[in-house]
């Protein structure tokens, strides 16, 4: 099943020096959520449509293509944004499990994102100890001064998602996954 994350693969994936595991995760649906804005500390709602869910996936794979590279950091980095390859390379990756290789809608208007997890210990956590993603959707100025509104910065690898009506990574996918990673 695509959608839940069962189906994975290693590939050689051109930014890293060795084999990804590949694996593709529900990000974001149409719902209401209620969380709390990181600036001023107090609750606020996001009401996310299935325009928005395309928005996010147009503006994400645009991004993309104009040679961004959006993160999968563990657990929400406030530095973790999309960075020019330039940048990247010179940016300390400590806190970064791998990167969004693209996003797509699916029949139901889910927000699909395929992640690129470079590293095989953190890979092997999925499903167990990790179980979950959360977009950072927020808007801002690339390094070529083009801007990007309300698109998403990061997916956060995480346990404690801020968009809770998401699916987890699949069960399933654990015992696979031990075949890429060991």
Same mark, same amino acid.
């Given at each position: 099943?695509?959608?839940?994350?069962?189906?994975?693969?290693?590939?050689?994936?051109?930014?890293?020096?060795?084999?990804?595991?590949?694996?593709?995760?529900?990000?974001?649906?149409?719902?209401?959520? *209620?969380?709390?804005?990181?600036?001023?500390?107090?609750?606020?709602?996001?009401?996310?449509?299935?325009?928005?869910?395309?928005?996010?996936?147009?503006?994400?794979?645009? &991004?993309?293509?104009?040679?961004?590279?959006?993160?999968?950091?563990?657990?929400?980095?406030?530095?973790?944004?999309?960075?020019?390859? !330039?940048?990247?390379?010179?940016?300390?990756?400590?806190?970064?499990?791998?990167? *969004?290789?693209?996003?797509?809608?699916?029949?139901?208007?889910?927000?699909?994102?395929?992640?690129?997890?470079?590293?095989?210990?953190?890979? !092997?956590?999925?499903?167990?100890?990790?179980?979950?993603?959360?977009?950072?959707?927020? !808007?801002?100025?690339?390094?070529?001064?083009?801007?990007?509104?309300?698109?998403? !910065?990061?997916?956060?690898?995480?346990?404690?998602?801020?968009?809770?009506?998401?699916?987890?990574?699949?069960?399933? &996918?654990?015992?696979?996954?031990?075949?890429?990673?060991?």
């Amino acid at each position: 099943n695509l959608l839940t994350g069962t189906r994975h693969f290693v590939l050689k994936c051109p930014q890293h020096r060795g084999p990804a595991v590949e694996v593709r995760k529900e990000i974001i649906r149409p719902s209401t959520t *209620v969380y709390i804005e990181p600036k001023t500390g107090l609750p606020a709602k996001l009401v996310v449509t299935a325009e928005t869910v395309r928005h996010l996936a147009d503006q994400g794979n645009a &991004m993309l293509a104009d040679g961004l590279s959006i993160p999968v950091p563990l657990e929400h980095q406030p530095d973790a944004r999309p960075l020019t390859q !330039s940048e990247r390379a010179a940016h300390n990756l400590r806190h970064n499990a791998g990167w *969004v290789t693209k996003f797509e809608v699916d029949k139901d208007n889910h927000l699909i994102a395929s992640l690129d997890i470079a590293d095989k210990d953190i890979a !092997s956590k999925l499903p167990g100890t990790i179980k979950f993603t959360s977009p950072w959707i927020n !808007s801002f100025v690339d390094g070529k001064g083009k801007k990007w509104d309300g698109v998403i !910065s990061h997916v956060a690898l995480t346990t404690r998602p801020r968009i809770v009506k998401q699916e987890p990574f699949a069960p399933s &996918m654990a015992a696979a996954l031990s075949l890429v990673t060991n």
